[in-house]
């Protein structure tokens, strides 16, 4: 008899008090900017290379790895006697802020206030004990107003409901970030030992990966080693 090995879980539960999804899987939530890009400039393939970067899998299987944890309300953000100000509506604690003080070190992004904000996690996560979770800026998602810092959280960990996810926001900006923004990409990975090793060799295979890419036009990698991911 075969068994069937158990699927790693992330479980999660939200404290929203209006029902709207917290955790997506990242590949409900791609952006409109890349699904209204052409994979050609001209609209079709021919005989100039003018493919865009929707015609990259890496670039599109970053955006979509993993699971996105969303903004649950509208946020109003305002400049109030110089300042940056968040307001929203309901009555769940979205955005803190921090004494910039306490961290003097850090580098700020260049572009972004150096006033040191908290996305509330509005839930709790956790994954399987041998598993951590990678929380980072939605991937490739350079269009938002907004720079969230990263971390790694170990599995077997519950999450604070209250959680706190450090970011930065652009110089100047003002406007409206709408309900269901990503504000994080949640990354879950296995714990295990790695080894570095340098190895000459496979520059040789780097080589004729480039050569074989090239007897065709498109979708040598996509369609020889790409893996469709399930989320």
């Known amino acids: 008899m075969i068994f069937k090995k158990d699927k790693p879980t992330f479980e999660h539960?939200?404290?929203?008090?209006?029902?709207?999804?917290?955790v997506k899987q990242a590949s409900a939530t791609v952006p409109d900017w890349y699904k209204k890009t052409p994979k050609f400039l001209s609209g079709k393939f021919s005989e100039v290379?003018?493919?865009?970067?929707?015609?990259?899998?890496p670039f599109l299987e970053a955006i979509t790895t993993g699971y996105h944890l969303l903004l649950p309300a509208?946020?109003?953000?305002?400049?109030?006697n110089g300042k940056q100000a968040f307001f929203w509506r309901n009555r769940d604690q979205l955005v803190d802020q921090r004494n910039p003080q306490s961290n003097p070190f850090l580098p700020v992004p260049h572009g972004y206030s150096n006033e040191h904000w908290v996305w509330k996690t509005f839930g709790?996560?956790?994954?399987?004990?041998?598993?951590?979770?990678?929380?980072?800026?939605?991937?490739?998602?350079?269009?938002?107003?907004?720079?969230?810092?990263?971390?790694?959280?170990?599995?077997?960990?519950?999450?604070?409901?209250h959680g706190s996810i450090p970011f930065f926001l652009k110089e100047n900006f003002e406007g409206v970030i709408h309900q269901g923004t990503p504000?994080?990409?949640?990354?879950?990975?296995?714990?295990?030992?790695?080894?570095?090793?340098?190895?000459?060799?496979?520059?040789?295979?780097?080589?004729?990966?480039?050569e074989k890419a090239n007897t065709v036009f498109l979708g040598w990698y996509k369609n020889t080693h790409w893996k469709k991911k399930q989320w």
């Open 13 to 22: 539960a939200s404290i929203v008090q209006n029902d709207f999804p917290t």
């Open 49 to 57: 290379d003018d493919r865009t970067f929707k015609a990259c899998t």
């Open 74 to 80: 509208d946020i109003m953000v305002s400049i109030k």
């Open 124 to 161: 709790s996560f956790t994954v399987p004990k041998d598993y951590s979770i990678l929380f980072t800026h939605p991937l490739n998602r350079n269009d938002l107003p907004f720079y969230t810092l990263s971390g790694v959280l170990e599995g077997g960990y519950v999450l604070a409901p």
């Open 183 to 210: 504000i994080a990409q949640l990354i879950p990975f296995k714990n295990e030992k790695w080894e570095l090793k340098e190895n000459n060799k496979i520059l040789e295979e780097g080589f004729k990966n480039t």
